[in-house]
């Protein structure tokens, strides 16, 4: 199965986040074809709340009615992810 980068932009504050986590919790199980793996959440000076979300999904057309199911945002932008490198790929020469 193909891996997405999902880079959402929230209408709400920070201090909704908690409230639409346990939205999302409650609505995702209908979608066993879609499977989150990680975010990192940021927040800008303006208080602008964006999240970087991975995901496993047959395509990106899966993806977007998984999101569909939380509301209060909108994407951004999706890639589909070709690979991942970490530090351990990059040994120190010397």
Do not use: N
Not at 43 to 51: I, P, T
């Amino acid at each position: 199965m193909a891996r997405y980068l999902v880079v959402r932009r929230f209408d709400v504050d920070e201090d909704e986040i908690p409230r639409l986590q346990r939205v999302f919790r409650e609505r995702v199980g209908t979608f066993s074809d879609t499977v989150w793996e990680h975010s990192h959440v940021t927040v800008d000076a303006d208080g602008l709340v964006r999240s970087f979300c991975v995901y496993q999904a047959p395509d990106e057309e899966a993806l977007r009615r998984h999101a569909s199911v939380l509301g209060e945002h909108q994407i951004e932008a999706v890639y589909e992810i070709a690979g991942d490198v970490t530090p351990d790929d990059f040994p120190p020469t010397g």
